[in-house]
């Protein structure tokens, strides 16, 4: 097996074959797209689906603990007051004065050039795996470019939130080399304003929601009331956030409309609220695992606790190797009580339980799984993709390209392929199996091209197995059709009732 040798290359690859085969579009590209926005294709959206399904089933159906909800995208403005959002959902933003250019502080890196133990000047780039490594070669070509003699120091990057006032006019801007444009960093809220109403003024001003969360706990009393849950539980929601990244990045990792998976898990607050962190952190990291993310790409961060708010008792973000570096995937907060708190002050309403044991109320606490459905969509997009030398039916090598998704969240489950396009017995059986296996599963039917061109297309688009309706199927006895593996490529035969018990074990 081949694959794209380095990073760079995986990451061209992935979004060339996710525009190619319809799984990921710019958004509005016709008018020359929109920065951190995209559109899921015919096969980004069943990916996507599938994604969110396998969570929802897992989660919230399969659990006795955790029920769903769904709230409204725009909520009352003082939610976000309240949540702290809007006095500090900001993230550092830099201005470069000549190009007009904008970076977040915190992913700018500068270091000082230190020739025989003097400043002789800065350096800066952007955020990357190699950040270090383009600050030295920076550093060097500086060197060289001022024919500035002796020996040059390993550089010490810093990112731009640690310039002093004294160091931001000394610190070149990437856009354009030179010092003296970059502006000291000032906090930009990320929230997206919009006005409820037919008056534009400050009293119709509202957010389009940044998380998800925040429908979890001003509903967390409606859910008490009206459901029989018991602590501990959880309450679970799935649906779009929006944020004005300074810089979305990273194809759909970063972007500006996005979809989110979240829930509140509840528990008393005498309750061992680590045993049950690092309970959801293993729940989340097996989930992961079960739609076909391999371990060896995951790995645990566990935020230092100088660095946590003063009410957070915890957070660990489960990390994902992409081809630009190990990102946060997926965070698991512990956040004690703090959200129902200023909710139940803030709305004059008691956010509280009664604990029939000590006859007392007290306000839950809780757990948060947070994770990002675009972000599991990249990650399996590049753990799976592949390209390989097969041999065709010739013998002749060719290359195919193969998305090794999960069963669980393939966009096609099976694709069935009459041998022939022109031959009705074939195609006849083809369409019945065609539509049989449609009332439960997203499949496709293919009759144009050769075979072998029919399995690559199928392969492209991760689909796990193919069925040929072929002579065997309509002139030997026990009605058998050909089933290809796309990732051993095997071939057997088999019968429909076994290819639906196939299908059952696996799609789940
Ligand atoms: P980051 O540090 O990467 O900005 P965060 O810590 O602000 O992320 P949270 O507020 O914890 O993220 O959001 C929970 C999850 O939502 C993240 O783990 C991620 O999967 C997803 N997410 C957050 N911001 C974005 C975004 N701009 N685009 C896509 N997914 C996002």
């Known amino acids: 097996m081949s694959s794209p040798a380095d990073s760079a290359n995986l990451m061209e690859a992935v979004v060339s074959l996710a525009k190619r085969r319809g799984f990921i579009y710019p958004s509005s590209e016709i008018y020359g797209g929109l920065n951190g926005f995209f ?8 990916l996507k689906k599938n994604i969110r399904d396998c ?16 709230s409204s995208i725009i909520m009352h403005p003082k939610v976000w007051e ?29 270091a000082a050039v230190v020739v025989d133990g003097k400043t002789v000047g800065h350096v800066s780039a952007l955020e990357s795996e190699k950040t270090g490594e383009e600050l030295q070669a920076a550093a060097e070509t500086f060197k060289r470019k001022k024919a500035i003699t002796g020996t040059l120091a390993p550089v010490t990057p810093k990112d731009f939130t640690e310039a002093t006032e004294a160091e931001i006019p000394l610190i070149p801007s990437p856009a354009t080399g030179e010092p003296g444009s970059l502006t000291p960093p000032r906090a930009f809220n990320m929230m997206f304003e919009t006005n409820v ?88 990291e097996t989930w992961l695992k079960s739609i076909g993310l391999p371990a060896s790409h995951l790995s645990r961060y566990a935020h230092p606790k100088e660095k946590l708010a003063f009410y957070s008792k915890g957070t660990v973000d489960i990390m994902f190797k992409y081809p630009f570096g190990v990102q946060e995937l997926w965070g698991i907060a512990a956040r004690g009580n703090y959200d129902l708190g200023q909710h139940a002050t803030a709305s004059g309403k008691p956010q509280e339980l009664f604990d029939e044991a000590t006859k007392k109320k007290f306000v839950p606490h809780v757990i948060e799984p947070a994770v990002g459905v675009d972000r599991i969509l990249l990650a399996v997009l590049c753990a799976g993709y592949a390209e390989e030398d097969v041999k065709d039916e010739k013998g002749n090598v060719e290359k195919r390209t193969v998305l090794r998704f999960s069963p669980r969240i393939a966009p096609v489950k099976v694709a069935v392929l009459p041998l022939l396009k022109n031959k009705e017995q074939l195609t006849g059986r083809a369409q019945a199996l065609y539509k049989k296996l449609q009332r439960r599963y997203a499949v496709q039917y293919d009759d144009g091209g050769a075979i072998g061109k029919r399995y690559r297309r199928q ?50």
């Not at 559109?39 to 069943?46: F, T, V």
């Not at 959902?89 to 000549?98: A, I, R, S």
């Not at 979305?248 to 680590?274: K, V």
């Open 39 to 46: 559109d899921y294709g015919p096969l980004g959206s069943e």
């Open 459 to 508: 392969d492209e688009a991760g689909t796990p197995w193919c069925v040929t309706i072929d002579f065997d199927t309509i002139e030997k006895p026990g009605d058998t059709f050909t089933l290809r593996e796309r990732d051993t490529m095997a071939q057997r035969r088999i019968t429909e009732a076994e290819l639906f018990a196939l299908l059952d074990a696996q799609v789940y």
């Open 82 to 110: 309240a949540s702290g959002h809007v006095a500090g959902f900001t993230d550092p933003l830099v201005d470069c004065k000549v190009s007009k250019q904008r970076y977040r502080a915190d992913q700018l890196f500068w």
């Open 55 to 70: 969570w929802w089933n897992d989660l919230v159906r399969r659990r006795d603990d955790v029920v769903g909800l769904e």
């Open 197 to 284: 109403g037919a008056l534009k003024d400050a009293s119709s001003v509202a957010y389009l929601r940044p998380e998800t969360a925040q429908g979890m706990f001003v509903d967390f009393k409606n859910v008490v009331d009206t459901t029989r849950v018991k602590l501990p539980f959880g309450i679970a929601q799935i649906g779009k956030s929006f944020r004005n990244e300074i810089t979305p990045r990273n194809y759909i990792f970063r972007s500006r409309e996005f979809e989110q998976m979240e829930m509140e898990y509840f528990i008393h607050e005498d309750a061992d609220w680590a045993k049950c962190h690092e309970e959801w952190i293993v729940w989340c």
